[in-house]
């Protein structure tokens, strides 16, 4: 069983940056995906960021030129640096794992955005 934690979450004011981090308890080096998933009250889980196994990258049209994914193997870790926060940011950031076809999930991390 895989397990992944989110941190880095918190209360900033429009236009600041956050650096969100996700630790996995097992090795990363060959997971198919990871991702950030967001889920903003009364909607549903939406997509942030996903990074692939060869790297490939993929964004939600909201936060392209704005967020980036990264991922460190050798620390077992994913990062989502997110610049230029907007209210509409707001949310529980959960971590994403997909490994032979089976999703893991963190408990989220909230990202507050306001002033």
């Known amino acids: 069983q895989v397990q992944l934690v989110e941190s880095g979450g918190g209360l900033v004011q429009p236009g600041w940056s956050l650096l969100l981090s996700c630790a996995s308890s097992?090795?990363?080096?060959?997971?198919?995906?990871m991702g950030w998933y967001r889920q903003a009250p009364g909607k549903q889980r939406e997509l942030v960021a996903r990074?692939?196994?060869?790297?490939?990258?993929d964004y939600a049209d909201s936060v392209k030129a704005r967020f980036t994914i990264s991922k460190d193997n050798a620390e077992n870790r994913m990062y989502l640096q997110m610049n230029s926060l907007r209210p509409e940011d707001t949310a529980v950031y959960y971590c994403?794992?997909?490994?032979?076809?089976?999703?893991?999930w963190g408990q989220g991390t909230q990202v507050t955005v306001a002033s």
């Open positions: 994403n794992a997909v490994i032979r076809g089976h999703n893991f």
């Open positions: 990074i692939h196994v060869g790297g490939r990258t």
């Open positions: 097992a090795s990363i080096f060959h997971f198919n995906a």
